[in-house]
């Protein structure tokens, strides 16, 4: 395993230093931050891994405040939350921009559309598959498979996460990353990331 530093940490400074409506809300995480140290242990990282942690930590704070419960922003009201939100998944999206890693970006961006996607229509138990797999293409590079599961899900089509799961296992194993593809699905609480059935 890769040591990067505690993005969580990193972001919880940053947001309180900001001295914006936000920081007065901010708080120390003790949750793992397995899902930026699963995208920040690729190749693609290398050259940069604790900036591509801290990337994805953001974007998944700003996923939290708008479906979940958030690690480093605690008791913003609902409308405050949402901006937050919105706020995180700009910063992410920024500072990927700012590294120069255009397909990072877009990964990114498509995991922010798919995942509201999937909310809207009532498929929230496909998204950690989502997040899985997008923390592995920053990692380790986006193959055609990846990319064809990705789009079957955009357009409701059986089977798609199943083959995007599947994607994600070869991706992680070929790259040497299966035990950080175990710990962040056991972060995000999805079990059964080293299964394809």
Partial sequence: ????????????????????????????SSSPPALG???????RAAADRDAYALVF????????????????????????ALLAGDYLYALGLERLAGLGDLGA?????????LSAQLHAEDREAEVPALWLACAAAVACGAGAEHEAAKAGMRAGEAGAETALRAAT???????GLSSELDRAADAIHFRDASETG
């Fill in 57 to 80: 930590e953001s974007v998944r704070e700003g996923y939290l405040l708008h479906y979940g419960r958030p690690r480093v922003v605690a008791g913003a009201d609902a409308d405050l």
């Fill in 105 to 113: 970006v877009r990964e990114l961006s498509d995991l922010i559309s």
């Fill in 1 to 28: 395993m890769i040591s990067v530093a505690n993005p969580l940490a990193a972001l919880a400074g940053q947001l309180r230093a900001d001295g914006s409506e936000i920081s007065d809300f901010v708080v120390e």
């Fill in 169 to 175: 296992i070869v991706a992680a194993g070929t790259n």
């Fill in 37 to 43: 140290e699963l995208a920040a242990a690729g190749p």
